[in-house]
């Protein structure tokens, strides 16, 4: 469980593994009040937002409690894929099942590949 503190509430992430070997995090709907209850979802990995624009991204975020938005968000999608990828692999790697699909996507580099790509086409974009 991860314990994050916004400027006036706390909230709490736990994260575990499904039978299909997916990221499954459990946490409040909503970090602000009023809150209407937890939510259990199934966590999409990095490579999904991909190729997505910003307002794509929005929406899968939509789909997830909001405390995996305020940990990922960022102003361009650009960004949002490279901090989503960091908190997806740092979530994954303390999960025994999933640590071993986080050292083989290190080794077919698809983690690399996101960030990689991300930061590639913000330093072409500024230039």
């Keep these: 469980m991860l314990s994050f503190q916004t400027e006036t509430t706390p909230f709490f992430i736990k994260w575990g593994a499904n039978s299909h070997l997916e990221l499954v995090i459990k946490a409040d709907d909503r970090v602000q009040?009023?809150?209407?209850?937890?939510?259990?979802?199934?966590?999409?990995?990095?490579?999904?937002?991909?190729n997505m624009s910003l307002e794509m991204i929005?929406?899968?975020?939509?789909?997830l409690p909001e405390a995996i938005s305020l940990l990922a968000f960022g102003r361009t999608a650009d960004v949002i894929r490279v901090r989503y990828?960091?908190?997806?692999?740092?979530?994954?790697m303390s999960v025994p099942e999933?640590?071993?699909?986080?050292?083989?996507?290190?080794?077919?580099?698809?983690?690399?590949?996101?960030?990689?790509g991300?930061?590639?086409r913000a330093i072409t974009e500024r230039l």
Excluded at 58 to 63: L, M, S, T, W
Excluded at 101 to 112: G, R
């Design 85 to 92: 990828s960091t908190l997806y692999r740092k979530l994954s």
């Design 58 to 63: 929005k929406e899968v975020f939509a789909k």
């Design 98 to 116: 999933l640590r071993k699909l986080i050292d083989e996507q290190d080794k077919s580099s698809e983690f690399l590949v996101v960030c990689i």
């Design 33 to 50: 009040e009023p809150k209407s209850g937890e939510m259990v979802r199934v966590v999409p990995r990095p490579s999904v937002l991909k």
């Design 118 to 120: 991300t930061i590639t």
